[in-house]
Nanobody, 122 residues
Framework: QVQLVESGGGLVQAGGSLRLSCAAS????????MGWFRQPPGKEREFVAA???????TYYADSVKGRFTISRANDQMTFLQMDNLKPEDTAVYLC????????????????WGQGTQVTVSS
């Protein structure tokens, strides 16, 4: 059974930092692009960041550019470093995987995680 499991969410004050982790299991994710999405309360899911399978390209939503960094430790572990957090970053953050980074960017990945809550207080 393929699983993407997020961790590292929590409550943080504005200006603080968090690092989210995404642990993949059930198959090898070698050759897969990885990405992060978020769903703020009462709003639709939105793209946050994506990384091509070889790390040659990274993509960010304008709202997080310069503050968030996507990285990958190995084929099965992906991170999202979030710095200078703002209250508007409050959301459930979800990890996603797909063979094609373009599919991630349009929100149509092959695999989704369940999400981890991030709450930023003002």
């Amino acid at each position: 059974q393929v699983q993407l499991v997020e961790s590292g969410g929590g409550l943080v004050q504005a200006g603080g930092s968090l690092r989210l982790s995404c642990a993949a299991s059930g198959r090898t994710f070698s050759g897969y692009a990885m990405g992060w999405f978020r769903q703020p309360p009462g709003k639709e899911r939105e793209f946050v960041a994506a990384r091509s399978w070889n790390g040659g390209s990274t993509y960010y939503a304008d709202s997080v550019k310069g503050r968030f960094t996507i990285s990958r430790a190995n084929d099965q572990m992906t991170f999202l470093q979030m710095d200078n957090l703002k209250p508007e970053d409050t959301a459930v953050y979800l990890c996603a995987a797909d063979r094609f980074v373009s599919d991630l960017q349009i929100g149509r990945p092959d695999y989704w995680g369940q999400g981890t809550q991030v709450t930023v207080s003002s």
